[in-house]
């Protein structure tokens, strides 16, 4: 059974950054892709970003919003992330999940259980 679990939620004020941490266990992490995903109070969760499992290639939901980036360390396990210039709006809970396959473009497979943001104005 793959494991996921994020880290790295918290309350910050409008304006500020967060770096949201996912590790999944599993010796064959590079060859999955992995995926964020947030949902706000009473919405529908949403992609946000993918990754390749190698790394090399990135999808966002929204390629003119510079203000998310995700990235991973193989070696650790890890995928990352970062939030910069957060908006009141961002507010949501952020999971973190593995894709069925190295593409970004992959389906969600095994899924965190959630890391809360809260961003005040």
């Known amino acids: 059974q793959v494991q996921v679990v994020e880290s790295g939620g918290g309350l910050v004020q409008a304006g500020g950054s967060l770096t949201l941490s996912c590790t999944a266990s599993g010796r064959t992490f590079s060859e999955y892709g992995m995926g964020w995903f947030r949902q706000a109070p009473g919405k529908e969760r949403l992609f946000i970003a993918a990754?390749?499992?190698?790394?090399?290639?990135?999808y966002y939901i929204d390629p003119s919003d510079s203000r998310f980036a995700i990235s991973r360390d193989n070696a650790k396990n890890t995928v990352y992330l970062q939030m910069n210039n957060l908006k009141p709006d961002d507010t949501a809970v952020y999971y973190c999940?593995?894709?069925?396959?190295?593409?970004?473009?992959?389906?969600?497979?095994?899924w965190g259980q959630g890391t809360q943001v809260t961003v005040s104005s």
């Open positions: 999940a593995r894709l069925r396959g190295p593409s970004p473009g992959s389906e969600p497979d095994y």
């Open positions: 990754i390749s499992g190698p790394g090399g290639s990135t």
